[in-house]
DNA sequence: GCATGTGAATGGATTCACAGCT
DNA sequence: AGCTGTGAATCCATTCACATGC
């Protein structure tokens, strides 16, 4: 069948180890203000409860990049994810709602250093437009969407509103150029095949602990 | 080996399941609010792109709950995924961090309706102490925690703090009785055994979603 | 000696395909 | 006929175990 490869010459990776890279890129960023140089896999696996041949062929997905003997060094890994992960120049963002968990995501420590950039909340409430965040980030008209997507050189959406409105903003997002977005809405989205789709589903998590809690309460204790 | 089950008599039953029974469960309130009485795993399935077979699997873990020829009962089903997923009686949850994000939370839509109450926010800042949010929900002191806990019932703590205070919150709250967390911090938490500890990190989400559209530049356009 | 990189083995989750009920 | 419930088959992810190189 052969299939159609997603990355160019290396293995396709799946969403799980790109989830796994994230993780072992901000382990890799606090290991260099420590000013420790290499890191063994074994090491990486203990931090994170992880088998430490799982984070080595999460590794070695594109070319070898750790030395028999000795293990990985910290920098030169690091700036590899960084580029791996396409975040070795910044991607500009855009959430769309105001409101509560808007501002809270656009003040997010760790959005705007280190590959992110947002540059905007979008609102139809005319109340908010023309207002910024606390750490600066203003609210602009929602209806101009279209123009600062491509002004603004915007990539990625993040959905921020009720879940009523989030399909018409998703619509909004794709038909202003955008192809990757992050859903905060509690909906199932209809999506469009070419934009990528990521949602965070808040309900979701605390029922998984709800239902952990009730396997405590009646079944095993 | 014969192992642990979690559950009493039936399957053991995988995060992944519970998580699409709690999508199932939200579709089924839907279903039930536009009066369709039944429904086919296969209506399901295309509603959430995703195998017929699967959902019948998922939901088949406790009884046989549908009829063949028909489908399942919209409400029946409804109530039973309530009483599976331990919702059937309020969970109460305090957030720590009364912040952006713990705001939001609080006042998030779909919470406080349907088996979450959120009881209170704790928060170190004095200048937050006393006040509350949009919604209504108080915002009490950090320190008073192992009171809150017991007196108020909670059993699920929501960590909205920043990275650097995310550790100590854990302990916090583990030595306050809760046994399920939730945490939104981007941080890696030492964990104990006993406690069900649920991490959503928003910046793993968007390097995913970087990771995606580096693909689209430089592999398959 | 020590830690990587990787085929082979295992373990889960998803999908297929069909028997069985209504 | 239609749709569920489920063994069997398949696919994907994780782990083992070891050859390879520093």
Known sequence: ????????????????????????????????????????SAELADRFHLNSAQIRKDLACFGEFGTRGVGYNVSRLKEHLIRELGIDRPRNVVIAGAGNLGMALADYGGFNDNGFRIVALVDVDPAKIGRSSRSGIPVLAYSDLKQIVPEQNVEIGIIAVTADAAQEVYESFVGAGLTAILNFAPVQLRAHGQVKLKSVDLRINLELLSFYLKGIEDGTA
Chains 1, 2 share one sequence.
């Open 1 to 40: 069948m052969a299939q159609n490869r997603t990355q160019t010459d290396h293995e396709v990776i799946s969403e799980l180890t790109t989830g796994r890279l994230s993780v072992y890129l901000r382990c890799l960023s606090y290991l260099e203000s420590i000013h420790q140089e290499t890191v063994s």
